[in-house]
């Protein structure tokens, strides 16, 4: 009763004990999984989630950015760059300009662009992948519900907000289908709403280009949480999607409904989309829970933006 | 960073994907 009560130790102990036990689970499901086991996500309960939200990732991913705009002295550059080639696989061989010096911050490094005949965008299909990545999840959307990645689901309301940019699109719908949000945006019989997930790595090129012909009338930007979009989170973390920030641009294509939206992440908190010049995002002013709207649709432009399959869409930024 | 496509399509419309794969842009995603 005596002893004195040490923090540290005791911090140590608790957290590799935790860790220990997490990984003793990882364990156990990687060998069920190689017996062909299919093994349900371990998900993050609503506390682990909180408190993964206390993190202030707003802030520290405004941090990064600042210090990714500090223009680095030349000879610095090269054995910077060359880390981060190294550490995430980036291939420079396909970058517009090869010369690492030529990048005055990461910032800059991070937005190259491509050489252009490095990406030829498939002319038989008509809908590509608007970047490069990983693909997390893809199929039809169930029960207004989506899945971020097998067996992991986030509601479909919750993502693209209440459905009030229908002034901007031309669509005739019936009375009962006011009851169920997807099919709401399901203009036509016959058809089906369906869904696509890209994760994008640090090392990857992250410009992001049309997938399609379309016409874009409306964006949706909703200021959110940062946290990580790696796999492993997606994973551990429900509704992810849901609490990050995010920016969602919805419009038509020959089959109807389009949509494609951005998320943002911690490293990863900025998006920018280049034919809005009014979207700010990652920014103090706007609060989390909320959401801003813009149409695209005005007096002089009745149809929206317009845009081509692969074409010069957005970029992420860091911070 | 993530980016989620989220679209109307024929119901015979078929990803020409596999879970954890890799992609680049331009790459198809489907076929109707």
């Known amino acids: 009763l005596q002893a004195r009560v040490r923090p540290l130790p005791l911090l140590i102990a608790t957290g590799s004990g935790y860790l220990g036990y997490n990984q003793y689970e990882r364990y156990k499901d990687r060998n069920l999984e190689k017996l062909g086991i299919e093994v349900p996500p371990r998900l993050a309960n609503e506390l682990q989630v909180n408190i993964y939200k206390t993190i202030p990732t707003r802030l520290l991913s405004r941090a990064w950015g600042r210090l990714n705009q500090v223009d680095l002295p030349v000879w610095l550059r090269k054995p910077i760059y060359s880390l981060y080639i190294w550490t995430f696989g980036v291939n420079m061989k396909e970058a517009a300009v090869e010369d690492l010096q030529h990048y005055k911050n990461l910032g800059e490094f991070f937005r190259r662009k491509l050489k252009p005949q490095a990406r030829p965008v498939c002319g038989s299909h008509c809908v590509i992948s608007p970047a490069d990545g990983k693909i997390l999840h893809f199929g039809r959307v169930k029960n207004c519900e989506v899945e971020q990645v097998k067996g992991v689901t986030y509601s479909l309301e919750t993502f693209l907000g209440p459905y009030t940019w229908t002034e901007s699109l031309d669509i005739n719908r019936h009375e009962d289908d006011h009851n169920n949000f997807q099919n709401l945006l399901v203009t036509k019989k016959g058809n089906d709403l369906f869904h696509c997930v890209v994760y994008l790595a640090p090392g990857d090129y992250h410009c992001f280009h049309s997938p399609t012909d379309w016409r874009v009338s409306h964006r949706r930007h909703f200021p959110g949480s940062l946290m990580s979009v790696n796999p492993g989170i997606a994973r551990w973390i429900k509704e992810l999607f849901c609490h990050n920030e995010r920016v969602v641009l919805s419009g038509e294509w020959r089959h109807g409904f389009f949509s494609l939206t951005a998320v943002g992440a911690t490293n990863v908190g900025s998006i920018r989309i280049y034919f809005d010049k009014e979207l700010r995002t990652n920014n103090p002013r706007y609060s989390k829970g909320s959401y801003n709207d813009f149409s695209y649709i005005s007096n002089n432009n009745q149809e929206g933006v317009s845009l081509r399959k692969g074409e010069h869409l957005g970029e992420f930024n860091l911070g | ?32």
């Open chain 2, 1 to 32: 960073s993530t980016i989620v496509l989220l679209f109307e399509a024929p119901q015979d419309f078929t990803f020409n994907l596999t879970a954890g794969q890799k992609i680049r842009f331009g790459e198809p995603l489907g076929t109707m």
